[in-house]
């Protein structure tokens, strides 16, 4: 089966391919620096000549607010008018949890309205809300600091390796389309200024985390299960813990 | 995975010199390798090179593509591959081959330049089909070297021999030591041909812009279009959509179909076709932002009937590029290229360049568009203001709109002087001729300016579009009558003069451009404002001509009869009556024989009341046939009935504050009667095929020599309008009844006509008075004027000795016996010609026999004729 993964050089997208290839498919890591652009349409049309399906993991360059609308918007855009003019019989998306929750967010603003593109667009689609990945928590903690203090709204938080997602990814590109929304996680819950501390410790960060109430994410109000799955979800077979630890082994 | 081991072969000693000379030849091989820029001629020098010291078949280069984890091969050599020949080599040079099997994996994870035996290899699972192939033509084995850049492996050099152990130390630690110029000399051509390649780009898109900058029309641009279309490789044919004026289609604009040509018949049909933008094809190249590929086949099977699809079916297109056409945020069209690849940056640049192109041309055509616009409403202009009469505006109109903007005339309505009603001025029923009959209904009507439509074109600024379909779903009953036309739309407008509404103007067409509307409304206001001016001069100079007859007439009876004379006691109740009823407004009837002098009344009292600085109008009744008398008296409308091509004001209507005089009332039709009666009572007039009534204050003088009493009881009188008339009765005296004035007006009339024909008649013989005396004078006072006229004709004296009384006198008296035996006719015969000799010849006119004989004037021509009398019998015979 040829697969074509947009992002396919990304951090999950890397994870993704090689999966996929595993398996035995044809798969084509899609990215601009591969000649394959979804903004521009460079390269895309051919691409997805006979191509079953697309997993679309790609992420804005830039996150301000009109910036990534616009990202997500004309990337979708092209992305399902290309497959639908190919016959593409699946369309694999990477969404966040909570993200209808959280739409005093841009970046979550953008994310709702890629997914009603897909959603709009007839091309039989699944949508992954997965919650923060693992490998992110750095920069929650990098974008919280102020020196030496690292200012974590109490808010639940479940995090999930890129791995786990990885894997549920190349699952649902393999399973048939289910035209909705499945929602994957980490493990393990906690509040998010457990997380960000024990990873801190692990990782010898001088930082300091000042939990607070103002259930404040990126600068964005949420709430406190905003960032948590609300139902059913499935759960990834790294903890924390284990996902630390491999941390420190490749650091 | 096993590698190629040969027993070592045995090896001469080199010299120095020899050694010195493949050091130098590597060198050289390096320098030259790193400055080839052809990809042709790479392989043509490394082969040549080092096959001058060792044996080899042939050799390739193969390109890993990383993004899906394959190689391909990119460097052939033609000239000495053994597997040229071979039916998969074709396949065999496009292939890519998949780095995730493990012969290649080898290679990949080795450094130095790794051999293989075929034999031991190729039939692997998974291993690449191109060793089977080189085995099946008798190469034995293959020396695989990496080709690395930036310490990432690019892809591979192939050596193949067909000589087992070719591959010698020696010749591994050459390919070794050339390996990085090689990849360097790679790289440095693949760098070349993206810069050939964007140069070519950038040359075509220079060249397609500066072709394109020059373009004005269509034509141009068709042309600068194809010159560029036709330098792109692998395009089959194109067109170019363009989007319509009504937004939801489009049509062909600019197409080339390609070498093989369609049949001509299927190609007008798609060239005269609007094609829906939304027909799950065009509507998606238009949402999109960037070029699309479509597969014919796919988009057929997916349910889209578009004809041109099949016609792209036929034409064995596979694959098209759609790409909208567009200026700023706005779509012209669609571009459409059957082609296999999509070059997003090329296509991007052709279409901006067509885009621009086209916006500019249709802009040009609107400008022109706009400019003819103009120079027609110039005409228009010109036109209009030759136009004088309803008709030739009428023809203006139809003839331009028609032509020129395929639009229909339906109405104009113009509002009347109330400034309520509106009436119909001019329509074109040849547009109706479906629907005839309700549209003279719906037209004759007269509507009001509160009329729903009508009150909302007049507060419009520009006028109204009312869309006819849309009309019809909201049961405007109108609207049923626009449909028949055909017609899409009504456009309506208000007429104005200045800032007044003058009327309202109904268009049909498919299109109307605002300024046209404006245009020609503006015009038509003014011709239609004119061409009432001109309407009103009419009349105006109508009433004056017939204001200036009745003043001719009146200044004929004052010459007439300047002064009643007559000084009897008979008269002077007359005069005591008339001065009595002068001052009111009262209705009076003046009665009398014929030749009293009942005018002469009619008027004193007319001339001694308050109206006497208006006119005294007359109608005698008994002058006109009974189907005109009607519209003598209360006027018509244009059209009312047949013959009536112009409005006339009546009688009634010109009688505004003054007199009407009502001779020979007596002889009113009936009908005429009731209508009189009506405006007698109601004070109010309406003329024929009007319906509006029209006050008027008249004071009426009817006269006549009938007994209307008589005529009442007859039936041929309404008693109700006698009695409106009967108010203030004078009976006027017979001059029998006054002999005592007989002298007087005698000597009245000979002092008058001696005066007129130059006698010097002082006296009256009194033989004369005493036969003017004892005369009956049935024709009473006029009788006697046109009895002394002729006497004074006859006398040549000083004084009247003669008086021509006719012989009737005798007649009157003749016996009886002499009477009988006389047919209807002899009587009539003999009765006219004495009537005509008592009247001295005069046939017609005040005094003449017909009026005596109470017969219209024409009616005593044809019996004189019938009975053949001439003048002879009434001249001669005295
Ligand atoms: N971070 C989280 O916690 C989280 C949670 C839930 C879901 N997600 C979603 O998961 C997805 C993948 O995230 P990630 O962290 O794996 O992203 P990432 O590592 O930032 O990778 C982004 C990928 O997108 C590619 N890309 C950028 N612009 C492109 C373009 N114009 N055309 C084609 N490809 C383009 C990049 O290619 P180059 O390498 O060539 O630039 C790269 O391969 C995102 O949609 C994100 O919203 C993230």
New interface residues.
């Given amino acids: 089966m040829k697969i074509v993964v947009i992002g396919?050089s990304g951090l999950i997208g890397t994870k993704v391919v090689a999966k996929l290839?595993a398996r035995g498919h044809?798969?084509?890591?899609?990215?601009p620096n591969?000649?394959?652009n979804t903004i521009?349409?460079?390269?895309?049309?051919?691409?997805l000549?006979n191509t079953s399906v697309v997993i679309d993991l790609a992420n804005s360059p830039s996150w301000e607010d009109k910036a990534v609308m616009e990202f997500f918007q004309?990337a979708g855009?092209?992305l399902l008018?290309?497959e639908?003019?190919?016959?593409v019989k699946h369309h694999v998306a990477l969404s966040i949890v909570g993200v209808l929750l959280m739409q005093d967010s841009g970046y979550m603003r953008a994310k709702k309205a890629q997914e009603d593109l897909i959603m709009q667009s007839g091309v039989p689609y699944t949508i992954i809300r997965s919650t923060q990945f693992m490998e992110f928590i750095k920069g929650i903690a990098d974008q919280a600091a102020e020196g030496n203090v690292v200012h974590i709204s109490d808010v639940q938080f479940q995090p999930i390796a890129a791995e786990d997602v990885a894997t549920f990814v190349a699952e649902a590109a393999l399973e048939p389309p289910i035209d909705g929304i499945k929602e994957i996680a980490g493990p393990g819950r906690f509040t998010m200024p457990e997380v960000v501390t024990r990873y801190l410790q692990s990782t010898n960060d001088p930082r300091k985390v000042v939990p607070n109430s103002h259930a404040q994410y990126y600068g964005a109000q949420i709430t406190t299960t905003s960032l948590v799955p609300a139902g059913q979800a499935r759960l990834g077979a790294i903890n924390l813990e284990t996902w630390l630890a491999g941390q420190l082994q490749h650091a | 995975m096993k590698r190629a081991e040969h027993p070592e072969i045995e090896v001469p000693v080199l010299s120095k010199a020899v050694l010195e000379q493949e050091r130098k030849m590597l060198l050289d091989l390096g320098n030259d390798i790193t400055s080839v820029r052809d990809k042709n001629d790479l392989l043509a020098l490394f082969s040549k090179r080092i096959k001058s010291l060792f044996y080899f078949t042939h050799t390739i280069v193969t390109l890993i593509d990383y993004k899906d984890e394959t190689y391909t091969p990119f460097l052939l050599d033609d000239e000495n591959s053994p597997i040229r020949a071979h039916t998969l080599y074709q396949q065999l040079i496009k292939a890519r081959f998949s780095l995730n099997e493990p012969f290649i994996q080898a290679v990949l994870h080795t450094a130095d330049p790794i051999s293989f035996i075929l034999e031991d290899i190729m039939d692997k699972p998974l291993s690449p089909l191109f060793l089977r192939v080189n085995h099946e033509e008798g190469v034995q084995e293959i020396l695989m070297t990496r080709l690395m850049k930036e310490g990432k492996p690019m892809g591979f050099i192939h050596i193949y021999t067909d000589r087992p152990g070719s591959f010698t130390k020696e010749f591994r630690s050459v390919i070794k030591g050339i390996a990085p110029q090689l990849s360097g000399a790679v790289s440095n051509i693949l760098k070349n041909e993206e810069i050939l390649n964007k140069e070519k780009e950038k040359s075509f898109l220079l060249d397609f812009s500066s072709d394109i900058a020059k373009v004005r029309t269509k034509v141009e641009l068709a042309a600068a279009v194809h010159s560029s279309l036709s330098k792109l490789t692998d395009l089959k044919a194109y067109a170019i959509r363009r989007i319509n004026e009504d937004g939801a289609t489009l049509s062909p604009y600019i197409f080339d179909p390609g070498p093989i040509p369609p049949d001509k018949k299927e190609q007008d049909r798609l060239v005269n076709t609007n094609f829906p933008i939304n027909d799950g094809l065009q509507n998606r190249v238009l949402e999109s932002n960037i070029p699309l590929l479509f597969n014919v086949d796919r988009e057929i099977q997916r349910g889209i009937t578009s004809s041109y699809l099949q016609f792209w079916k036929r034409m064995e297109y596979k694959t098209l590029a759609g790409i909208r056409l567009r200026n700023a945020e706005t779509n012209l069209g669609i571009l459409w290229l059957a082609i296999e690849e999509i070059n997003i940056q090329l296509l991007q640049g052709i279409c901006s360049q067509i885009s621009i192109a086209m916006a500019n041309i249709i802009a040009n055509e609107q400008v022109s568009k706009k400019q003819e616009e103009q120079a027609f409403l110039l005409d228009f202009s010109h036109d209009i203001t030759q136009v004088r009469t309803r008709t030739e505006l009428q023809d203006a109109i139809i003839r331009v709109i028609d032509k020129t903007m395929h639009t229909k005339l339906a109405m104009i309505r113009v509002i009347d002087e109330d400034g309520f009603h509106l009436s119909p001025f001019m329509f074109d029923r040849t547009l109706f001729k479906n629907a005839e009959a309700t549209f003279d209904k719906m037209s004759v009507n007269r509507i009001t300016i509160e009329e729903p439509y009508t009150s909302r074109v007049l507060a419009s600024k520009e006028g109204l579009v009312f869309n006819v379909a849309e009309e019809i779903r909201d049961g405007n009953a109108y609207a049923r009558l626009w449909e028949t036309t055909g017609l899409k739309n009504m456009y309506s407008l208000p007429l104005r003069a200045g800032d007044k509404n003058i009327g309202t103007i109904w268009l049909l067409a498919n299109r109307l451009s605002k300024l046209m509307m404006k245009g020609i409304c503006s015009q038509i206001s003014i011709a239609i404002a004119n061409i009432q001016a001109n309407e009103k001069l009419l009349a105006y100079k109508k009433q004056l001509e017939i204001e200036n007859d009745y003043l001719k007439e009146q200044i004929h009876t004052i010459y007439n009869f300047s002064e009643i004379i007559g000084h009897g006691v008979a008269m002077q109740e007359v005069y005591r009556l008339v001065s009595v009823v002068a001052g009111t407004n009262s209705t009076v009837l003046v009665l009398g024989e014929t030749g009293t002098g009942k005018e002469l009344i009619a008027r004193a009292i007319h001339n001694t009341s308050s109206r006497k600085d208006k006119l005294m109008v007359k109608v005698n009744c008994a002058a006109l046939p009974a189907s005109l008398i009607e519209s003598e008296l209360f006027g018509h409308e244009r059209g009312a009935f047949t013959g009536a091509i112009d409005r006339r004001i009546g009688k009634f209507e010109l009688a505004d504050h003054s007199t009407l005089f009502l001779d020979e009332i007596g002889e009113l039709p009936l009908e005429a009667q009731a209508k009189l009666l009506r405006v007698i009572q109601e004070r109010e007039v309406e003329r024929l095929g009007g319906k509006q009534t029209i006050k008027v204050d008249v004071r009426l003088i009817a006269a006549t020599n009938r007994n209307l009493e008589d005529a009442v009881k007859a039936g041929r009188f309404r008693e109700d309008l006698f009695y409106r008339l009967n108010v203030f009765p004078i009976q006027l005296p017979s001059l029998r009844e006054r002999p005592e004035d007989i002298e007087p007006l005698a000597n009245f009339f000979v002092a008058r006509y001696s005066r007129i024909t130059g006698r010097k008649i002082k006296n009256i013989s009194p033989k004369v008075l005493q036969q003017l005396g004892s005369y009956t004078w049935p024709g009473n006072v006029r009788e006697m004027e046109h009895l002394i006229e002729r006497s004074v004709l006859l006398t040549p004296g000083d004084t009247l000795q003669e008086v021509y009384i006719p012989r009737g006198t005798t007649a009157e008296k003749q016996n009886p016996a002499q009477l009988a035996n006389r047919s209807l006719e002899e009587v009539e015969r003999s009765y006219i010609i004495e009537t005509l000799q008592r009247c001295a010849g005069k046939i017609s006119g005040a005094g003449g026999a017909a009026e005596i004989l109470q017969i219209p004037g024409n009616t005593l021509h044809s019996k004189m004729k019938k009975l053949g009398i001439g003048k002879a019998d009434y001249f001669l015979t005295k």
Wanted: charge should be neutral; hydrophobic fraction near 40%; proline fraction near 0%.
């Fill in positions: 396919g290839r044809q798969v084509i890591a899609a990215s591969t000649g394959i521009t349409g460079e390269g895309l049309a051919e691409a000549t004309t855009r092209n008018a290309a639908i003019n190919a016959g």
